[in-house]
């Protein structure tokens, strides 16, 4: 599985540093929504689920966070901990994060609305899925 990295140029001076995310320039899709992960709890573990039909791209703009990415024949874990690098996340990927810092705020645009029937929220489907390709 190739991991799509994004690194982004970090605009700084002496006052500190700044990124720009601009659609059609360093995002490959058009962003549609942006939400964000903050205040998660000790020991927490999130996502374990895969998308029909979604590209996200993932940065941790604080902290830190475990980002397993799994194409239903190998599984990776990205560490996020870079507010200049995101993880594109598209295709029929399924995914969990953890081990997140207690200051972890993780940023996460997408290329489409909230749609829960987008969602496979079951393992086994999402191995079907992928073994019916
Ligand atoms: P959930 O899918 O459980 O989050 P994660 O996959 O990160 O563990 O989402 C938590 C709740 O928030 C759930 O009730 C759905 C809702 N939600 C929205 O309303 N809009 C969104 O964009 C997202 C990502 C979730």
């Known amino acids: 599985m190739i991991l799509n990295k994004i690194k982004f140029k970090t605009l700084g001076d002496e006052r500190g540093s700044l ?33 029909h039909n979604l590209q996200q791209l993932v940065i941790a703009i604080n902290g830190s966070c475990d980002f397993i990415v799994d194409d239903g024949r190998e599984r ?10 995101g993880l594109l996340v598209n295709g029929i990927v399924w995914r969990e994060m953890k081990s997140f810092s207690d200051d972890c705020v993780l940023l996460v645009l997408a290329d489409d609305y909230y749609n ?14 992928i073994n019916g390709k």
């Open 76 to 85: 990776k874990i990205v560490h996020l901990d870079n507010p200049n690098e």
């Open 116 to 129: 829960e029937s987008d969602y496979i929220r079951d393992y086994n489907e999402f191995k079907e899925l």
């Open 19 to 51: 990124v720009a995310i601009e659609q059609g320039y360093n995002i490959p899709f058009d962003i549609k929504r942006v939400y964000y992960i903050f205040d998660t709890k000790k020991g927490v573990e999130r996502g374990f689920h895969a998308h």
